[in-house]
């Protein structure tokens, strides 16, 4: 499975931009989130779709994120995460 391109990450836009909001998070590059110095967010395209690996204490947990609800389901982890 490879980093999400930049066509994939068009499609991840509005997603991407909620996410910029969140205090903590720093985008090192498009797509890519870091929590202090440590990688913690980013995305993934095959076949299959389009999906988010967001880092949970020492792994990470990947979700779906083709489809809003898996969005919405990846940006409410991401505040648990946070918080």
Excluded: C, N
């Excluded at 720093?26 to 913690?40: D, H, P, T, V």
């Amino acid at each position: 499975m490879k980093h999400a391109g930049p066509a994939a990450l068009d499609a991840l836009e509005p997603l991407l931009a909620r996410l910029r909001t969140l205090p903590g998070l720093k985008e090192k590059s498009r797509g890519i989130f870091y929590l202090k110095s440590k990688a913690f967010l980013h995305f993934h395209e095959d076949p299959a779709g389009l999906f988010a690996d967001l880092r949970e204490d020492s792994d990470f947990t990947r979700y779906e994120v083709t489809s809003s609800e898996g969005q919405e389901a990846l940006f409410a982890a991401t505040l648990r995460r946070l918080s």
